[in-house]
């Protein structure tokens, strides 16, 4: 007797997949969420998270207004403006500005326009001088942002006749 013939044959194939639905469900408030964060990139490569905000504070004839950034990325330069005006009718002399260092601590590479007179350990002073009645004066300073984080400071300005006006300001730094 001859052993039987045994031919090749094609391996044994799995079974067939149970059946499983291929459609995606999410509710709306899934759909709304995911289309919102989607936008948050876009957003931030178009600047939509910088901003600059303006104040004023008045003491007497003494004007202080302030422009300043709000929100910026780390790494990104820009301005500070402060002006101050005499709306009074006498000359104020002696106007000084003041700039906190715990607000200038988050930036870095400082360019003062004018420069300072007095820099210490609790801020830049900048001596603006004599403003006769009606002017104003401009101190400009740049700014990089180099510590992600809130900072906020007490910019001051005064006079010698004892007029002093106060804005705080604060600047969100996004890493």
């Given at each position: 007797?001859?052993?039987?013939?045994?031919?090749?044959?094609?391996?044994?194939?799995?079974?067939?997949?149970?059946?499983?639905?291929?459609?995606?469900?999410?509710?709306?408030?899934?759909?709304?969420?995911?289309?919102?964060?989607?936008?948050?990139?876009?957003?931030?490569?178009?600047?939509?998270?910088?901003?600059?905000?303006?104040?004023?504070?008045?003491?007497?004839?003494?004007?202080?207004?302030?422009?300043?950034?709000?929100?910026?990325?780390?790494?990104?330069?820009?301005?500070?403006?402060?002006?101050?005006?005499?709306?009074?009718?006498?000359?104020?002399?002696?106007?000084?500005?003041?700039?906190?260092?715990?607000?200038?601590?988050?930036?870095?590479?400082?360019?003062?326009m004018?420069?300072?007179?007095?820099?210490?350990?609790h801020?830049?002073?900048?001596?603006?001088?004599?403003?006769?009645?009606?002017?104003?004066?401009?101190?400009?300073?740049?700014?990089?942002?180099?510590?992600a984080?809130?900072?906020?400071?007490?910019?001051?300005?005064?006079?010698?006749?004892?007029?002093?006006?106060?804005?705080?300001?604060?600047?969100?730094?996004?890493?």
């Open positions: 007797m001859k052993p039987p013939v045994v031919t090749p044959s094609d391996p044994p194939s799995p079974p067939d997949p149970p059946p499983f639905p291929r459609k995606l469900r999410a509710g709306w408030l899934q759909v709304v969420g995911v289309g919102l964060l989607s936008l948050l990139p876009i957003a931030a490569l178009t600047g939509a998270f910088e901003g600059e905000r303006e104040a004023s504070e008045r003491a007497g004839g003494l004007e202080l207004e302030v422009r300043y950034p709000q929100r910026m990325r780390h790494g990104t330069a820009t301005t500070l403006e402060v002006r101050l005006s005499n709306h009074g009718h006498d000359t104020l002399t002696d106007a000084l500005v003041h700039l906190p260092d715990r607000y200038l601590s988050g930036f870095g590479d400082f360019r003062f004018p420069e300072p007179q007095r820099l210490d350990e801020g830049v002073r900048v001596a603006i001088g004599e403003l006769a009645p009606g002017q104003t004066r401009k101190l400009i300073v740049a700014l990089k942002a180099e510590h984080g809130v900072h906020d400071g007490r910019i001051s300005a005064a006079a010698a006749d004892g007029a002093t006006a106060q804005l705080e300001v604060t600047t969100l730094v996004l890493p």
